[in-house]
């Protein structure tokens, strides 16, 4: 898992992957900020963890092949990007094709990029969420492994949403992950596909009824 902050959606994973039937194990935690507070919380878990700044490198793809090489030290075969705030070389992107996911707070492909409350609040939608999506070299482009919705109240701003948000954030990563990790859902001929049940049962989650409002 790669973490550039608090990691609370790193914690909704190892929490998750606590239960015995969960399909993967996390094996490390790998920060770009030495002061990434999801480091900590992964230590007092016992997983392992690493920084790799990336401050000083040539270029991206110097510093990607760093943090490569750390995974690979891991034993990791999927790649969880969990509030990772680093863009990501095309050649990171080629060496995990398939085996790459993160997580974006908004409803892609609308509100790609920072700032997504924000801006959901400022356009007046109505509907807003989060997506877990396999990554490819473009910014928040990939296919789609699992969405949340949620509403956008009158009286929200940011924080208010971005929390409501959040807490489908923190549904929708282990499902998503799960789906990966069991091969269920795969990045083929640059889509998300179902191998079991097909794409729109794998894809589409909603809210909690009692959760959506609050
Ligand atoms: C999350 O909301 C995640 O979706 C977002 O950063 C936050 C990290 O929080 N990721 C992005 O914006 C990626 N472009 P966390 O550290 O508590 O999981």
């Not at 490198?57 to 490569?68: A, G, I, V």
């Not at 790649?79 to 996911?101: K, T």
């Not at 549904?171 to 091969?183: E, F, K, M």
Request: hydrophobic share 45%.
């Amino acid at each position: 898992m790669l973490i550039s902050g608090r990691g609370s959606n790193m914690t909704a994973l190892i929490e998750a992957a606590r239960a015995a039937d969960f399909p993967a194990r996390i094996v490390l935690v790998l920060a770009n900020r030495a002061d990434a507070g999801g480091l900590e919380r992964a230590r007092a878990e016992g997983i392992p963890t690493a920084v790799v700044p990336h401050r000083g490198h040539k270029d991206r793809e110097t510093f990607d092949r760093l943090m490569n090489a750390e995974i690979e030290r891991s034993g990791a075969e999927i790649v969880c990007l969990a509030g990772f705030m680093r863009l990501l070389s095309a050649w990171f992107c080629r060496q995990w094709h398939g085996r790459l996911i993160n997580i974006h707070p908004a409803l892609l492909p609308s509100f790609k990029g920072l700032d997504t409350h924000e801006r959901a609040i400022a356009a007046g939608v109505k509907i807003h969420g989060a997506t877990v999506h396999f990554v490819v070299p473009e910014m928040d482009e990939g296919p789609i492994i699992a969405q949340a919705a949620v509403p956008v109240l009158p009286d929200d701003d940011a924080e208010t949403l971005g929390a409501r948000v959040l807490r489908q954030e923190h549904r929708i990563y282990p499902l998503a992950l799960r789906l990966v990790a069991t091969g269920a859902v795969q990045m083929a001929e640059g889509r998300a596909v179902s191998t079991v049940g097909g794409a729109s049962s794998a894809a589409l989650v909603s809210p909690n009824p009692d959760e959506a409002g609050q």
